[in-house]
């Protein structure tokens, strides 16, 4: 398989990487930080999404936008789909199954889902038809891709309700999903300018009390620690992957008190911003 693969058209744009054990060393994710990612990574691999970090028992599909990426061991072949809001998005799209359906930014921050031997070889054929069709450069090969990459994202959708929610204590009815999609989505989209629940349960016209029963109800944390641990996160990757002072990181977060702000993060995570920044090492290890 070639190693990168591209479509541009206008403002539209896919791209199609594999990464192996020979060139794992190359991957750069700075080069993707500003598009949709769905990642087919093999069994045996390392990774650092954000600050938590990943060993792959299983062949799994990660799905990511503006997360940090790093991988740190692989040997088998992992493909990278790459793709821009303008090729393949999100409100013209169904919702479920739209880059801002439940496999990205959802509220219980689990970025992937693991494959069985049938479904690794159905995901790795729609990635083949991606390739075939990048290659071939037809006049309908923008259709074709696009059919190709809802496919993957319906198959993995199913495959993230039947693990994370109808095999766990976690029980959503269908109708309850979409509060739950559409409160990560706004949060993903105004967590720098609004950090009250009553915000959301504004936007989601419903009272700021039944927005958070509902998330108590099923045992998930509270609206008002999702949008703070949205916050926290945005801030220790700004601390850790730039140099911007922690007063404009307070700015930036939309807290004009920096003093303010170095009191939360200090009392939310044991350690004050500057603290965070000088010693910050390997965070939690997950196996997956």
Same mark, same amino acid.
């Given at each position: +398989? ?10 539209k744009r896919l791209g ?12 750069? #994710? ?5 598009? !949709?990612?769905?990642?087919? @990574?093999?069994?045996? $691999? ?33 493909? /990278? ?10 409100? !013209? *799209? ?5 880059? &801002?359906?439940?496999?990205? *930014?959802?509220?219980?921050? !689990? %970025?992937?889902?693991? /494959?069985? &031997?049938?479904?690794?070889? /159905? ?10 069709? =990048? ?8 259709? +074709? ?10 198959? #993995? ?12 204590? @976690? ?9 739950f999609r559409d409160f ?18 504004? +936007?989601? *016209? !419903? ?10 109800? /099923?045992?998930?944390e509270s609206p008002n620690? =999702? @949008? ?22 307070? $700015? &930036? =977060?939309? $807290?004009?008190?920096?003093? $303010? ?11 004050? %911003? ?13 196996? @997956?």
């Open positions: +398989m070639p190693q990168q693969l591209i479509f541009e058209d206008h403002y199609l990487e594999v990464f192996s054990e020979e060139n794992l060393e190359n991957f750069n #994710a700075n080069r993707f930080s500003t598009d !949709i990612k769905v990642f087919f @990574i093999p069994s045996g $691999y390392e990774l650092t999404v954000d600050f938590n970090h990943y060993k792959t028992k299983k062949p799994s599909l990660f799905f990511l936008t503006n997360q940090h990426l790093n991988l740190q061991k692989g040997k088998e072949e992992s493909v /990278l789909l790459f793709y821009n809001r303008d090729f393949y998005c999100i409100q !013209i *799209h169904d919702k479920e199954v739209a880059c &801002d359906g439940l496999l990205f *930014h959802n509220v219980f921050e !689990i %970025p992937f889902v693991e /494959l069985d &031997d049938s479904e690794t070889t /159905l995901i790795k054929d729609l990635f083949q038809n991606i390739q075939d069709e =990048l290659e071939w450069k037809d006049s309908s090969a923008e259709e +074709m891709i696009r059919t190709y990459v809802k496919q993957i994202i319906i198959r #993995a959708t199913r495959k993230w309700k039947k693990q994370n929610l109808d095999n766990s204590s @976690i029980r959503i009815p269908g109708s309850e999903l979409d509060i990560s989505r706004y949060l993903e989209i105004h967590f720098r300018e609004k950090h009250n629940v009553a915000e959301y349960a504004e +936007m989601l *016209h !419903i009272a700021p009390k039944t927005l958070t029963h509902k998330f108590k109800n /099923l045992h998930l620690q =999702l @949008i703070i641990n949205r916050i926290l996160l945005e801030a220790k990757r700004l601390l850790f992957y730039t140099d911007k002072p922690i007063k404009e990181i307070a $700015y &930036d =977060l939309g $807290y004009e008190d920096p003093a $303010y702000f170095n009191r939360l993060f200090t009392n939310k995570t044991g350690s004050t %911003p500057a603290n965070f920044k000088k010693n910050y090492s390997s965070g939690k290890k997950y196996k @997956i």
